[in-house]
């Protein structure tokens, strides 16, 4: 006799899991009757919920983040008030582009998905591998991410349509050189820097703030592959992100970063040469230096993968006081879009999952019932709000600073200027190596070379736009005429997309 029994959903003993109630003992008619198999094959067939829209191939981990460093005169955060202090943490990397079951290795930026189980409530901190982004207004998202997609007629990748779209938002080609250098294709998830790519808020007690942006540095050095190495590991092994993640933390080899901010006061912000917000820009180490904050480690695996990694929901819009957002648009329309998300993935009630609870602080509010709610759904506490029977108060010395703007409503334009090339010209001559420069344009020619030829010169020109360099070393790659691309990349963006059109 086994020592568990076997029961249904509502626990009642079932005395045999292997034959259908039938009619006979050969082949035989099936008795609805059979309730046991009634409830499998509908549990089974409800198995799957919507995989996440982007980022739908991930691994996680439990783990902490401790304070190294006290930096605490600039955010009350609770969770960074002492050297020392450990929260409990729980990380999500994943791809981007890719459905649940695609390649570790495929270039892509990877997520850097964080949350903080604080004593305040959970603060999420969703971020990349990449300190900055394709686009910087939340409007283009939709679209940027179906070019990353399926084309809708035939159903596959399609470079034509992911290079269509770049080369027509100039303000991408920053991070598509990050991309398509082997920093697209990290060794693993491990050997991976994390980002918050967004400037963020930080304020103290007395509502000073600061502007803010985060770097996780592993410890074991960021290491990437190059694209043959990675093209052979998607097919050889396409979960080997995700294996090495599981099998060092089980080995007890336990995956570190230490973490760094970047800290600009307002007034600094006025004056800086580039948009501080514009997550298509970084700030320069040398105006902005790391300062050492804390440290975080991933030291124990999910016990199961459904119920913590693939149910776990972080949202950019879950701060704790002392922490909260900027003037950044891609940030602000992320505020709104992965709650969203979730509720249509996981439902209205996601919060009350257990990865996704507030494990160190208590949730107490007015909100009340909803599909799956499995909480006490408030007990006999009041379900409205003002009311004289002792429920829940909010707490007004957590109010935020007040932010003063002008405001001049209307969807204003953010035209492409002359700045928003500059950091792309500095890294291909500061920051990559000859060998770096010799891996981003054979990566390019490896993928842009498969889209149609106009494209190939409208993109080569925002390289070249960049730096002459860069966009004749492209444009040499693919075989395109360098005096066209020239041509084309001092123009503005409307005449190339008119000297390009299909
Ligand atoms: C996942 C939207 C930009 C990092 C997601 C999800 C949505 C989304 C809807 C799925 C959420 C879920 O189902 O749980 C957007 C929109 C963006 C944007 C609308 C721009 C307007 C960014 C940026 C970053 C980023 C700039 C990094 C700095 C992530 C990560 C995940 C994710 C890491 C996976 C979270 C997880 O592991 O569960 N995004 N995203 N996204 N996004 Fe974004």
């Known amino acids: 006799m086994a020592n568990k029994k076997l029961t249904t959903n ?55 983040f401790e304070v190294t460093n006290d930096l605490s005169k600039y955010s009350r955060a609770k969770f960074l008030s002492e050297v020392g202090k450990k929260t409990d943490m729980f990380v999500r990397f994943s791809t981007v582009g890719g459905e649940k079951g695609s390649a570790d290795a495929k270039r892509d930026p990877r997520g850097f998905a964080l949350k903080f189980y604080t004593e305040e409530g959970n603060y999420d901190l969703v971020g990349n591998n990449i300190p900055i982004f394709f686009i910087r207004d939340a409007i283009k998202f939709p679209d940027f991410v179906h070019t990353q997609k399926r084309d809708p007629t035939t159903n596959l990748a399609d470079t034509t349509m992911f290079w269509d779209f770049l080369s027509l938002t100039p303000e991408s080609v920053h991070q598509a050189t990050f991309l ?46 190059t694209n043959d190495e990675a093209v052979k590991i998607c097919g050889e092994n396409p979960d080997h992100a995700t294996e090495d993640l599981f099998i060092a933390i089980e080995e007890e080899d336990y995956p570190q970063w230490d973490v760094f901010v970047q800290i600009m006061t307002p007034e600094e912000a006025l004056e800086y040469q580039f948009d501080p917000f514009d997550v298509t820009k970084v700030w320069y180490h040398g105006d902005y230096p790391l300062i050492p904050l804390g440290k975080m480690v991933l030291n124990r695996n999910p ?54 609870r507030p494990k160190n602080a208590k949730a107490t509010n007015y909100q009340r019932d909803g599909p799956m709610n499995v909480s006490d759904n408030g007990g006999s506490t009041p379900n409205y709000y003002p009311n004289s029977f002792n429920g829940s108060e909010p707490d007004s010395t957590v109010t935020p600073p007040t932010i003063d703007v002008d405001a001049h409503i209307n969807r204003h334009t953010r035209e492409i200027e002359d700045v928003d090339f500059v950091q792309v010209g500095e890294f291909w001559r500061r920051v990559l ?70």
């Open 10 to 64: 509502k626990g009642i003993p079932v005395p045999n899991d292997q034959a259908s109630i039938t009619t006979g003992k050969g082949s035989s008619y099936t008795l609805i009757q059979d309730t046991h198999l009634m409830e499998k094959l509908a549990h089974f067939t409800r198995e799957r919920t919507p995989e996440r829209v982007v980022h739908a191939k991930g691994a996680g981990a439990h783990g902490y």
């Open 180 to 225: 398509f250098t082997d920093r697209g294709t990290p060794l693993n998830y491990r050997h991976m820097d994390g980002f918050s790519s967004h400037t963020y808020m930080w304020y103290n007690e007395k509502n000073e703030y600061v502007w803010v942006k985060y770097h996780f540095k592993t410890v074991l050095g960021n290491a990437t592959l």
């Open 303 to 356: 016990k199961n993968y459904f119920a913590e990694v693939e149910q776990a929901a972080f949202a950019p819009s879950n701060f704790v006081p002392g922490i909260g957002p900027s003037p950044d648009r891609l940030l602000q329309g992320r505020l709104f879009a992965y709650e969203d998300a979730q509720r249509h993935r996981l439902g209205a009630n996601h919060h009350q999952i257990p990865i996704n």
């Open 433 to 502: 190596s000859k060998t770096d420069k010799e891996h981003l344009v054979y990566n390019l020619k490896q993928h842009l070379g498969n889209a149609q030829e106009r494209i190939q010169y409208r993109q080569t020109a925002l390289f070249y736009k960049a730096e002459p360099e860069y966009g004749t070393a492209v444009a040499n790659a693919l075989g395109l005429n360098t005096e066209k691309v020239k041509e084309l990349s001092s123009l503005t963006p409307e005449e190339r997309a008119n000297a390009t059109k299909q």
